[in-house]
């Protein structure tokens, strides 16, 4: 685990190389690098020099108190706002997304808390909204519903009883399952996901938890936002902990413990030692281990 500085202002380094072939791009690099990111609105600084690694093929989680920046950030990263400085790094060539059309056409896809779903449509017309196939001038629904259900499959989304039955009958992990179901079809190659498991119950959170580590696995990029650190730990493969709106530590989850999460979360420093890594203080505080 690295820590960075809460004052200090200088470019954060990165602990850790991706743990697979699948992690990075042929070149080495991640898919999105985040570098010197900062946002303010107004007086407000909210977000201060953050330089993030995002690989493929990996669950980046993002932590931080309510304030510390998370939102903000997503959102720089889906085109909803444009960051003050810095710059974003898109399959090693730098980028501009001015809109969430231009970070949907590069293939980043965010699937916010309200997963902005129709519950009057059924799954195959939510899953095609906006990218209906035609066939002679008429929607090709018998090619919608294979294309829909093979991305259900792919997914290995098992417990729908029907993808013709209306969204608004869902439970709330299978609509967030739709949700991610339809930014994949999109060829989404980065997936933010916020706040996924929120309100869920413990089988629908099991279900989404599945469908994150799935995405995963096929070699999507993977955001999560969450304040579940139960649920971060059970999917993450690195972590970055924000706090009023500077990168407090990131790196493998392995370096981590929710006890140091939470420590970095309230005060931007944590004293413990996980694993391998060493947590490095920010100038002038004491990490409580010296003699």
Not at 115 to 128: G, T
Not at 166 to 193: N, T
Not at 239 to 260: I, K, N, T, W
Request: net charge negative; proline share 3%; glycine share 10%.
């Amino acid at each position: 685990m690295v820590a960075h500085s809460a004052g200090d202002g200088a470019a954060p380094a990165h602990a850790g190389a991706a743990s697979s072939g699948s992690a990075t791009l042929s070149n080495g690099t991640a898919l999105l690098q985040l570098r010197g990111i900062s946002k303010s609105f107004g007086p407000v600084q909210a977000l201060a020099d953050i330089d993030l690694d995002i690989p493929a093929g990996q669950v980046t989680a993002l932590a931080g108190d309510n304030g510390a920046g998370k939102s903000t950030l997503i959102k720089c990263i889906a085109g909803i706002h444009q960051p003050s400085s810095g710059q974003l790094i898109w399959n090693g060539k730098p980028v501009h997304v001015h809109s969430p059309k231009e970070a949907t056409d590069l293939g980043i896809a965010t699937v916010y808390q309200d997963l902005a779903l129709c519950d009057n449509l059924d799954i195959v017309q939510n899953m095609m909204l906006g990218h209906e196939k035609l066939h002679l001038g008429l929607l090709d629904e018998v090619s919608m519903e294979l294309t829909a259900k093979k991305t259900l499959a792919d997914l290995r989304v098992s417990t729908v009883r029907s993808i013709r039955q209306q969204v608004g009958s869902l439970s709330g992990g299978q609509r967030q399952a739709v949700a991610v179901a339809k930014a994949i079809m999109q060829d989404a190659r980065l997936v933010i996901m916020d706040e996924p498991t929120a309100a869920l119950g413990v089988t629908q959170t099991e279900l989404v938890l599945n469908l994150i580590t799935q995405l995963a696995s096929t070699g999507h990029a993977v955001i999560v936002v969450s304040h579940n650190l139960t649920d971060v730990f059970r999917v993450a493969d690195r972590l970055a902990v924000l706090y009023l709106g500077r990168l407090a530590a990131s790196g493998p989850a392995s370096e981590f413990d929710p006890q140091s999460v939470v420590d970095l979360m309230t005060t931007g420093t944590s004293s413990r030692t996980v694993g391998n890594g060493s947590l490095q203080a920010a100038p002038g505080v004491s990490t409580g281990s010296e003699g």
